[in-house]
C-alpha cells in the first residue's frame, strides 16, 4: 500500500475524565409545527441547573427545555416574541438571573441605520414580562458578572453587508451609528435596574490599530471575576477591556493578524492541505476568560480575515501567548469533520466560545460552525493548551453552555434544515461517567503521513482485508476525491486509517463516485462505482498499485432502467462478484430491486429480485447500501432515508445463495439478521440516515460504518461500529 503514516495523535484521557454525550434533542419536537424552521443559538440556565432557556430567531420566540434527568430532555414549550413586542423582533442571547431571565432582542429589522432593540425581564416560572428596558440600539450578547452584580450588552449595531460606503465596498465600514457597551445594574427588583452606556474613544481604538475605529460592532462579552468586561469588536479585529463597575474602557487592542500554513484552501473536492494563508485578521467572535488575567478568543472572521483557530492573550498587554495555527483545522481533518464546501473561506470557522473549569481543571471549549464540534483543551498553563476531546454537534453549534454544579455541558446549534430532515437541536453531554469507550467519539481517525492527517470523509464502503485478520479498506465517494482506497487499522484503541491507496487510471489520478470496495484474495480490489445515470454506473477491478485494469459495464437493458442511484454494494464470491443495486430500475416490479452476480469468465451477468420494506413517510425512500457473503450466505444492508428521531429502517438481512439465476426476476427471500436502529441511537446522537457500509474481519467481527455525506445536508458524524463476533451479532 502507499503512504504508511505514523500513529494518530490520540487524546488518552480516562472515560471518567471526559465528557460524554448523554442527549439530543431536536428542537422542533418543542414547536407545534415540525415543518417550521427551528433553531436553538445562545442558551442558559436557570439557577438550579434544571431549565435551558435558548433562543430560537429563525421562529422569533425562546425555548424552554427541563434537563432535570439529562440523558431525557423534556421540552416546556415556548415563548414568542409576538407575545413580549412584534413579530419581526428576534432574540439574540438570553441569560438567567435569580427568577428571571432577561432576554435581548434586536427590533431593528432591515433599517440597519436606525438600530434599535431592548431588554426583557421574563420571570421564568410564569413566563410574563416584568420590565423592558430601551437599550439604544441593535444588541448582540449579553454576559452576567459572577457576584450578579451587574450585566453587560455588546450593543452591536450591525453592519448592512448590501450596503456600500462611499468610496468603500459593498458590506465595508464606516456604515454608522457606532456600536457601544450597556451595563445594567441588578441591584434590587427589576424596576430599579438603570442602563448605563459606555462608549470608545476613536482616537484609542485607532491607536490600537484598529482600521475603523469610528465604526466598532461589538460582537461578544464575557466578565471576569473582578468585574472586568472583555468584548470583542469583530469586524474591527479587535478586543476590549472594560471595568464593569465604572463604566471605564481600559484598553483597546488590535488582534492582530497571524499566517497559517498546512491547510485545505481551495474548494476543488479534495483534501489538500498544501494550501496557506497569509498575515489574516483572526477577526475574533467569542471571547471568555481564563481566570483573571487572560482571554481566549474563537477566531471565526468576517469579510477581512478569519484564522481558522483560536488564540489566548494577555490582558492587561493584548500580547498573544498562544494561538492554535492549523490545528484546530487539522483535528476536523483527523476526525472526518473537514467541510470541503468552506476550504476557500474560514474552513471551521471557530466561532462559539466558553471557559469552565472541570474535574479541578481549567478547560475552553471551542465550538466550530461548519465542522459541527466542540473541542475541550486544558488551559492550565495558557501558554501551552492540551487537547483533550472532540464532540460531535449537530449543524452550526453556537452556544456552548457549561453547568459545571451539575457536572453538564449544553450544545445549542442554529443550522436547522426542515427539506432535509437535518435538524437544529440541543446536544447534553455529562462529565465523568464511566461509560464503555465504544459510545464515544470520535469511533475513527486518521493518521500522519509527513505530518498531515490523512484527509477523509463521506466513508460508505467496507471490506474485509484477506492478509490480515486486523485490517479492512473503505473507500469515499465522490464527496472526497480525487478516489482513495483507505486502510484501516482494527489493533489500536480507535481505529485509525492509516495507508491511502491513490486510484488511478493511465497513471492518472481520477474521480470515481465508490459506493462498495472489496478486497480480492489474489490482490488488487473490485469497486462498485455509482454513476449520474445508467451507464455510469460500473464494476472497476483495481490492480494492488491501485491502477484500473478494466470497467465492467452493465448489461444495456439493467442500465438504461437505472438512474443515479445504481450500483451500491459488491462482494467478491470466489471467482464470481456480487453486487447490490440501491433502487428500483425501471420496468421492475415496484419495491423490488436488483442482487446481481458477474462471473468474469464469460463476462456474464444473473440478476434476482430483493423485497424492500415499505415507508410511509413523505418523501422517504428505502434502498440498499452493502452486500457480502458470509457463511454460504448474502448479506444485505437495507436502510430508509430518514434521520434523527423518524428513522426507521436499518439493518442487516440475510439472503440465501441461489443456484442460478434465470430469465425472470425470482425474489429471494430475506430474514433480518441485525436491527441496527439500536446501534446508531446508542451513542445518544443524531440517528445517521447513511448507514452505508459493514464488513465481518478476518478477527471476525462485523464492523459498521455510516456515510457523512462530507457535511453536505448532513451532521458530518461518522459512527464507525464494532458489534463484536459476527456470529453473535447477526442472530436474526
Not at 441593535?138 to 448592512?160: K, L, T
Not at 467569542?286 to 488575567?293: F, K, Q, S
Not at 445549542?412 to 440541543?426: G, L, M, Q, T
Not at 439500536?678 to 478477527?699: R, S, T
Request: charged share 25%; proline share 7%.
Amino acid at each position: 500500500m502507499a503512504a504508511g503514516c505514523s500513529t494518530a495523535s490520540q487524546d488518552d484521557t480516562p472515560t471518567t475524565q471526559r465528557y460524554h454525550r448523554l442527549a439530543t434533542y431536536p428542537v422542533y419536537l418543542n414547536s407545534q409545527d415540525p415543518a417550521q424552521e427551528t433553531v436553538a443559538e445562545i442558551s442558559t440556565v436557570t439557577p438550579d441547573g434544571n431549565t435551558v432557556i435558548y433562543t430560537d430567531a429563525a421562529a422569533k420566540r425562546i425555548g424552554f427545555l427541563d434537563i432535570r434527568d439529562p440523558a431525557k430532555p423534556v421540552g416546556l414549550g415556548t415563548l414568542s416574541l409576538t407575545e413580549l413586542g412584534h413579530a419581526d423582533d428576534q432574540p439574540t442571547s438570553v441569560a438567567a438571573v435569580g427568577e428571571f431571565v432577561l432576554v435581548v432582542v434586536d427590533t431593528t429589522g432591515s433599517d440597519f441605520a436606525h438600530p434599535s432593540g431592548r431588554l426583557d425581564v421574563v420571570r421564568t416560572a410564569d413566563r410574563s414580562r416584568v420590565r423592558s428596558i430601551d437599550l439604544g440600539g441593535q444588541p448582540d450578547s449579553i454576559a452576567i458578572s459572577p457576584d450578579g452584580a451587574f450585566a453587560a450588552i455588546a450593543m452591536e449595531n450591525q453592519r448592512d453587508e448590501e450596503a456600500t460606503p462611499p468610496g468603500k465596498e459593498e458590506g465595508d465600514l464606516p456604515q454608522p451609528p457606532t456600536g457601544f457597551v450597556q451595563l445594567i445594574d441588578l441591584g434590587g427588583a427589576p424596576d430599579a435596574w438603570t442602563p448605563r452606556r459606555v462608549d470608545f474613544d476613536v482616537d484609542a481604538a485607532r491607536s490600537a490599530g484598529l482600521d475603523t475605529p469610528e465604526d466598532l460592532e461589538p460582537e461578544y462579552v464575557s466578565i471576569n471575576s473582578r468585574g472586568q468586561v472583555a468584548v470583542t469588536l469583530q469586524e474591527n479585529n479587535g478586543f476590549a477591556i472594560l471595568d464593569g463597575r465604572t463604566g471605564t474602557v481600559n484598553k483597546v487592542f488590535s488582534a492582530g493578524s497571524v499566517a497559517v500554513e498546512g491547510i485545505d484552501t481551495a474548494e476543488d473536492g479534495a483534501i489538500d492541505q498544501t494550501g496557506s494563508i497569509p498575515d489574516t485578521p483572526r477577526e475574533p467572535d467569542a471571547i471568555g476568560w481564563i481566570g483573571d488575567d487572560h482571554v481566549a478568543t474563537a477566531n471565526e472572521g468576517d469579510w477581512k480575515g478569519g484564522t481558522r483557530g483560536w488564540t489566548i492573550f494577555d490582558a492587561a498587554t493584548g500580547d498573544v501567548v498562544w494561538d492554535a495555527g492549523n490545528s484546530f483545522e487539522q483535528l476536523a481533518v483527523r476526525t472526518g469533520l473537514h467541510i470541503e464546501s468552506r476550504a476557500e473561506s474560514k474552513g471551521p470557522e471557530p466561532e462559539g466560545l466558553a471557559i469552565t473549569e472541570i474535574g479541578g481543571v481549567s478547560t475552553a471549549l471551542i465550538a466550530s460552525e461548519r465542522s459541527n464540534f466542540v473541542a475541550a483543551y486544558d488551559v492550565s498553563d495558557v501558554t501551552a493548551p492540551v487537547f483533550r476531546q472532540i464532540m460531535p454537534t449537530t449543524p452550526g453549534p453556537e452556544g456552548v453552555l457549561p453547568i459545571p454544579e451539575r457536572n453538564l455541558l449544553v450544545i445549542s446549534s442554529e443550522a436547522d434544515e426542515p427539506d432535509n430532515r437535518v435538524r437544529a437541536s440541543v446536544t447534553v453531554y455529562g462529565y465523568g461517567q464511566d461509560h464503555e469507550e465504544a459510545l464515544g467519539f470520535p469511533s475513527i481517525v486518521s493518521g500522519d503521513v509527513d505530518g498531515v492527517p490523512i484527509g477523509w470523509g463521506a466513508l460508505g464502503a467496507l471490506s474485509a482485508d484477506p492478509a490480515d485478520e486486523n485490517r479492512l479498506y473503505t473507500a469515499p465517494d465522490i464527496a472526497v476525491g480525487p478516489s482513495r482506497i483507505l486502510g484501516i487499522d482494527l489493533s489500536q484503541t480507535l481505529a485509525l486509517i492509516d495507508t491511502q491507496l491513490p486510484v488511478t487510471e493511465n497513471g492518472q489520478p481520477v474521480t470515481l463516485d465508490i459506493e462498495g470496495v472489496s478486497a480480492r484474495p489474489d490482490g488488487g480490489f473490485v469497486l462498485a462505482v455509482e454513476g449520474e445515470d445508467g451507464p455510469g454506473n460500473q464494476l472497476v477491478y483495481v490492480n494492488a498499485d491501485g491502477g484500473i485494469d478494466r470497467r465492467v459495464a452493465l448489461p444495456d437493458d439493467v442500465s438504461r432502467g437505472l438512474g443515479g442511484q445504481g450500483l451500491e454494494g459488491v462482494a467478491v464470491d470466489g471467482d464470481r462478484v456480487w453486487v447490490a443495486v440501491q433502487r428500483e430500475a425501471k420496468g421492475d416490479p415496484k419495491g423490488v430491486v436488483r442482487l446481481g452476480r458477474y462471473t468474469p469468465e464469460g463476462d456474464t451477468w444473473e440478476w434476482f429480485g430483493y423485497q424492500l420494506d415499505t415507508t410511509s413517510a413523505e418523501g422517504d425512500w428505502i434502498g440498499l447500501s452493502e452486500i457480502a457473503v458470509h457463511d454460504g450466505s448474502l448479506l444485505v444492508l437495507e436502510r430508509d432515508k430518514l434521520n434523527g428521531p423518524d428513522a426507521r429502517v436499518k439493518g442487516i438481512y440475510r439472503v440465501a445463495i441461489p443456484d442460478s439465476g434465470g430469465d425472470t426476476l425470482e425474489v429471494l427471500p430475506k430474514t433480518l439478521a441485525r436491527n441496527l436502529l439500536p446501534d446508531l441511537q446508542a451513542p445518544n446522537g443524531y440517528v445517521q440516515e447513511k448507514v452505508e457500509g459493514f464488513a465481518i474481519a478476518g478477527n471476525g467481527k462485523l464492523y459498521v460504518v455510516t456515510d457523512n455525506d462530507g457535511l453536505d445536508d448532513a451532521n458530518g458524524e461518522t459512527q464507525f461500529l464494532d458489534l463484536g463476533p459476527a456470529g453473535e451479532a447477526l442472530k436474526g
